[in-house]
């Protein structure tokens, strides 16, 4: 039975996060490589610290610095990167580990409360109850892709809060059992050799969205293949992700082959999502070398901009930068092929592990440029286009989480650490066929 929220908690735990102000841009601008980072990690995370849900703590899909107290709506992938960055801030600091695990169980708290489908989440939660707020009329159940970013998150923070306190015991036991419980073999449709994205007991499977490669899916068949209970078989894998018409690639965009991939590359958030807790470093199986997939699809998504076909203004070296935000006309998937002159800044920043030096000129030159436009209480604000005199002034959960994640995993290789030493991930990886530094170590011992 699911567990009822807490009655005994009355407000969520904020250590206040210091917050770098427009005014003082220029002296931000100014500090070292190491201490910049410090502080956009930081104040990025405060997205998910003090502008998360007032109750459960779960990540709004997105806000503006002023929130909207009549709002609800939370994101279930975004909070899993949410969980994550949550690890960052203990590991550096900036909150306590009280501070952390009393969050952590309120999520829980309306986690467990949650309707599931199947043991899958909906897209969207209200951050009050779990019920579930459909994404569109027939997308109103089980988000497999979401739910998959939440485990990401929740296992990882199950692998980072290891001590014996009943505490963190228990945080352990309720992830366990919210993990265990996802059937990832019912999103097959019935045996077939795909994932589906999407079930509903009102609409069934009316979406019929497979999952197929190249995407920011390979963590859902990762996950799948590494369940205790409802694990999918290889083929599913094998015969679904990577066979998708997408998948493999081969042609050269701007004199660099690119591996896998729809033509060129698609949006950058394909090198960030799955891989916030898959360590792409050494990361290998009968179709590709991840971490080369990844750094040259980050660099075709940088020469692009620079190439700049469509003439728009302000992209160039310093400035590029495509992926799925804000725009001018609402929100859209922004890539090579989809390109309006809309630059994120988490496109750049989350690619930090893939093209150091270019990531950090890019972030210097986003602070010098533009200031106060694009920078807010809670980090970099979601979008701009300089081609419309456009700069957002709202957040995403999904493009800021990744910019902590991803720059930490540079910094420290924290999550990519946490993740890759589930015995769980290690079996499903295993299972694929994948090999990783990682692996060869726990088999070492």
């Not at 807490?6 to 427009?22: D, F, Y």
């Not at 040259?296 to 076909?309: D, G, K, L, M, Y």
Request: hydrophobic share 40%.
């Amino acid at each position: 039975m699911a567990a009822k929220p807490n009655g005994k908690r009355t407000s969520l735990s904020r250590k206040s996060i210091p917050v770098v102000s427009s005014a003082r841009l220029p002296k931000m601008a100014a500090l070292s490589d190491d201490d910049l980072l410090e502080t956009v990690q930081r104040q990025t995370f405060n997205f998910f610290w003090e502008g998360a849900h007032p109750q459960s703590g779960l990540a709004f899909d997105g806000c503006t610095a002023r929130r909207d107290r009549t709002n609800h709506k939370t994101t279930v992938g975004g909070s899993g990167f949410g969980i994550m960055a949550i690890i960052v801030a203990v590991e550096r600091g900036w909150i306590t580990r009280e501070a952390a695990l009393d969050r952590l169980g309120r999520i829980l708290d309306v986690l467990t409360a949650a309707t599931v489908y199947h043991g899958a989440f909906a897209h969207f939660l209200d951050g009050r109850t779990g019920a579930t707020i459909p994404f569109s009329r027939k997308d109103d159940g089980g988000d497999l892709v979401e739910t998959s970013f939440l485990c990401m998150g929740l296992l990882c923070a199950r692998q980072y809060f290891q001590r014996d306190a009943r505490v963190e015991a228990a945080l352990r036991s309720r992830i366990t059992w919210l993990w265990q419980e996802v059937e990832w073999d019912w999103y097959t449709r019935g045996g077939s050799e795909a994932l589906y994205w999407h079930w509903s007991p009102n609409n069934d499977w009316a979406l019929n969205h497979k999952i197929r490669g190249w995407n920011e899916c390979l963590i859902a068949y990762v996950l799948a293949a590494a369940a205790p209970r409802y694990p999918i078989d290889p083929v599913v894998y094998h015969n679904g992700f990577a066979s998708g018409p997408e998948f493999l690639n081969g042609q050269s965009y701007y004199g660099i082959e690119l591996p896998l991939g729809p033509p060129i590359g698609g949006p950058v958030f394909f090198t960030h999502y799955s891989f916030c807790g898959l360590d792409p470093r050494g990361l290998k199986d009968r179709y590709a070398d991840y971490w080369e997939q990844n750094r040259r699809h980050v660099a075709i998504n940088r020469a692009h901009c620079i190439a700049n076909p469509g003439n728009f203004k302000g992209l160039g070296e310093s400035c590029w930068g495509l992926t799925a935000s804000l725009d001018p006309e609402g929100y859209a998937a922004h890539a090579p092929d989809h390109d309006n002159g809309t630059i994120a800044p988490t496109a750049s920043l989350a690619s930090l592990p893939y093209a150091p030096r270019e990531v950090m000129t890019t972030l210097r030159y986003f602070l010098s440029r533009h200031g106060k436009k694009i920078w807010g209480r809670y980090g970099f604000f979601d979008a701009f286009c300089e081609q419309r005199n456009w700069f957002s002034n709202g957040y995403l959960a999904i493009d800021q989480g990744p910019i902590v994640v991803m720059m930490e995993n540079h910094r420290t290789g924290l999550l990519w650490k946490l993740f890759m030493g589930i015995s769980e991930v290690q079996t499903g990886l295993r299972k694929l066929g994948f090999s990783s530094p990682h692996l060869a170590r726990a088999a070492n011992g």
